[in-house]
């Protein structure tokens, strides 16, 4: 070991409000998405892939960025609903008993 155990610093800011929104978070991540479906096509026809073959690598990305996009939304959007509690069984005058 180099040394004795230091704790994590704390960050700045409340420490009751985070550090900055989720939703940041995941428009980063489909910024980053979509760049690479750029990329990625760019470095195979750089290295000699052929015209369909990057072409149809890059519509693949595209496809799969757009899918995980619209998990990621419909994901946000349930955690934003409040839960509630249902289905199961309730207790009453109507449950029959065996």
Do not use: I, K, Q
């Amino acid at each position: 070991m180099s040394g004795p155990h230091r704790p994590a610093e704390p960050t700045s800011g409340p420490p009751d409000r985070p550090a900055a929104p989720a939703r940041a978070g995941v428009g980063d991540l489909v910024r980053w998405a979509a760049f690479s479906c750029f990329l990625v096509p760019v470095a195979l026809l750089w290295y000699g892939a052929s015209f369909a073959g990057t072409a149809g690598t890059a519509l693949g990305l595209a496809a799969v960025t757009a899918v995980c996009r619209l998990l990621l939304r419909r994901s946000e959007r349930s955690a934003a609903r409040p839960r509630t509690r249902g289905g199961g069984r309730r207790s009453g005058e109507n449950t029959p008993v065996d």
